[in-house]
C-alpha cells in the first residue's frame, strides 16, 4: 500500500537557484523518508498570508522561509520559537496538525561551526560585517554562545543599522563602524580588524554571480588577517571566497558558508523529522553541484 509523500518546500520571491531542494531531498532518499522538498516564489509579500494559509490548509508539513520574506511571515504564524523571537525573523515553519510554529535555524546554523573556535573567542573583540538578517543572528549566536569582549559591526549606513541594532548597541554589546574606512585606509577601524579575534562577513559580497565576486569586504593587502584569528564568511559559493583565501593565506583560520548553510538545514530538518541529517554525506553533492553550476 503506498503512502502520500510529505510536503516540504522553500517559500521566497525568484529563488530557483536555491540548493536546499538538493540538500533535503537528498538527506530525504539517504535516510528512505518519503517525502520531497520543493519551491514556493511568492510573488510580492502581499501573498505571503495566503501562501501560509494554502500551507495550513493543504498540509504541507514544513517549509524554509528566505528573504524578503523572514519577518513578513512572522504575522501569518501561530507560535514562535524562542529564537525566532529574539531575532523577529522567521526561516522554518513546522506545521503540526494545522498548527504552525516559526523558528530560526539561523542562529545555531551560525554557531555549529564556530564551536570548536569559542575558547578563541571568548572575552576577544569581534568584528561582523553587515546588518541584515544573516548578520542579526550571527550577532544573537555571538551574544549566547561566544562571548567576545566588544562586537563591532561595520556597515554601509549607520543610521539603518543604528535602528535595527538598537537593543545590542543599548546594552553596550555593538559598536557601529563605516565600511568605507577600511577601504580608505583610516587607522584606527584597520586596527579594529587586526586586533579582532574573529571577522565575520554576513554579507553577500563575494558571491559567485555578482559584479563584485572577486572583490572582498575586508582590503586583502592590509595586513588584517594573522595567525590566532579565525575568519567567517557566511558566502557559500563559490567556497574559497576572495575573503576566505587572503585569510588563509596569511595563516588565519577560515570557516567557509557551505558550513552554515548545511547546519542550519540540519536543524530545520530535524525540527521537521525528528532525524539527524546525514550532514557528510551531503556536503560533497552540494560541493559539487556548486562546481557544475560555475562551469556552466
Same mark, same amino acid.
Given at each position: 500500500?503506498?503512502?502520500?509523500?510529505? *510536503?516540504?518546500?522553500? *517559500?521566497?520571491?525568484?529563488?530557483?537557484?536555491?540548493?536546499?531542494?538538493?540538500?533535503?531531498?537528498?538527506?530525504?532518499?539517504?535516510?528512505?523518508?518519503?517525502?520531497?522538498?520543493?519551491?514556493?516564489?511568492?510573488?510580492?509579500?502581499?501573498?505571503?498570508?495566503?501562501? #501560509?494559509?494554502?500551507?495550513?490548509?493543504?498540509? *504541507?508539513?514544513?517549509?524554509?522561509?528566505?528573504?524578503?520574506?523572514?519577518?513578513?511571515? #512572522?504575522?501569518?504564524?501561530?507560535?514562535?520559537?524562542?529564537?525566532?523571537?529574539?531575532?523577529?525573523?522567521?526561516?522554518?515553519?513546522?506545521?503540526?496538525?494545522?498548527?504552525?510554529?516559526?523558528?530560526?535555524?539561523?542562529?545555531?546554523?551560525?554557531?555549529?561551526?564556530?564551536?570548536?573556535?569559542?575558547?578563541?573567542?571568548?572575552?576577544?573583540?569581534?568584528?561582523?560585517?553587515?546588518?541584515?538578517?544573516?548578520?542579526?543572528?550571527?550577532?544573537?549566536?555571538?551574544?549566547?554562545?561566544?562571548?567576545?569582549?566588544?562586537?563591532?559591526?561595520?556597515?554601509?549606513?549607520?543610521?539603518?543599522?543604528?535602528?535595527?541594532?538598537?537593543?545590542?548597541?543599548?546594552?553596550?554589546? #555593538?559598536?557601529?563602524?563605516?565600511?568605507?574606512?577600511?577601504?580608505?585606509?583610516?587607522?584606527?577601524?584597520?586596527?579594529?580588524?587586526?586586533?579582532?579575534?574573529?571577522?565575520?562577513?554576513?554579507?553577500?559580497?563575494?558571491?559567485?554571480?555578482?559584479?563584485?565576486?572577486?572583490?572582498? *569586504?575586508?582590503?586583502?593587502?592590509?595586513?588584517?588577517?594573522?595567525?590566532?584569528?579565525? #575568519?567567517?564568511?557566511?558566502?557559500?559559493?563559490?567556497?574559497?571566497?576572495?575573503?576566505?583565501?587572503?585569510?588563509?593565506?596569511?595563516?588565519?583560520?577560515?570557516?567557509?558558508?557551505?558550513?552554515?548553510?548545511?547546519?542550519?538545514?540540519?536543524?530545520?530538518?530535524?525540527?521537521?523529522?525528528?532525524?539527524?541529517?546525514?550532514?557528510?554525506?551531503?556536503?560533497?553533492?552540494?560541493?559539487?553541484?556548486?562546481?557544475?553550476?560555475?562551469?556552466?
Amino acid at each position: 500500500m503506498s503512502h502520500a509523500k510529505l *510536503i516540504y518546500g522553500l *517559500i521566497g520571491r525568484a529563488v530557483d537557484y536555491s540548493l536546499s531542494p538538493l540538500i533535503h531531498n537528498t538527506a530525504f532518499s539517504l535516510l528512505g523518508i518519503e517525502a520531497c522538498y520543493t519551491i514556493f516564489n511568492i510573488a510580492s509579500e502581499e501573498e505571503v498570508p495566503v501562501a #501560509v494559509n494554502g500551507m495550513r490548509a493543504l498540509g *504541507i508539513a514544513g517549509c524554509n522561509v528566505t528573504i524578503p520574506y523572514k519577518v513578513t511571515v #512572522v504575522p501569518s504564524l501561530d507560535a514562535l520559537s524562542d529564537d525566532a523571537r529574539s531575532i523577529g525573523a522567521v526561516n522554518t515553519i513546522v506545521n503540526e496538525n494545522g498548527r504552525l510554529t516559526g523558528h530560526n535555524t539561523d542562529i545555531a546554523g551560525f554557531a555549529a561551526p564556530l564551536m570548536p573556535h569559542k575558547t578563541a573567542i571568548l572575552g576577544r573583540p569581534a568584528v561582523l560585517f553587515g546588518n541584515g538578517g544573516a548578520a542579526l543572528a550571527a550577532i544573537e549566536a555571538l551574544t549566547r554562545h561566544f562571548s567576545p569582549s566588544s562586537l563591532t559591526v561595520f556597515v554601509r549606513d549607520p543610521v539603518t543599522a543604528q535602528e535595527r541594532l538598537l537593543p545590542y548597541i543599548k546594552r553596550g554589546f #555593538v559598536q557601529l563602524a563605516r565600511q568605507d574606512d577600511l577601504f580608505r585606509g583610516q587607522e584606527s577601524a584597520m586596527k579594529t580588524c587586526r586586533d579582532a579575534a574573529l571577522i565575520v562577513n554576513a554579507t553577500p559580497k563575494g558571491t559567485y554571480g555578482r559584479p563584485d565576486s572577486g572583490e572582498s *569586504i575586508v582590503p586583502t593587502d592590509a595586513g588584517l588577517f594573522h595567525n590566532g584569528q579565525t #575568519v567567517y564568511d557566511m558566502v557559500y559559493n563559490p567556497e574559497h571566497t576572495p575573503l576566505l583565501a587572503a585569510a588563509k593565506a596569511a595563516g588565519a583560520g577560515t570557516i567557509p558558508g557551505i558550513a552554515m548553510l548545511l547546519a542550519q538545514a540540519a536543524r530545520s530538518f530535524h525540527l521537521w523529522t525528528g532525524h539527524e541529517m546525514p550532514s557528510r554525506d551531503i556536503e560533497p553533492i552540494v560541493l559539487h553541484e556548486l562546481q557544475l553550476l560555475r562551469s556552466r
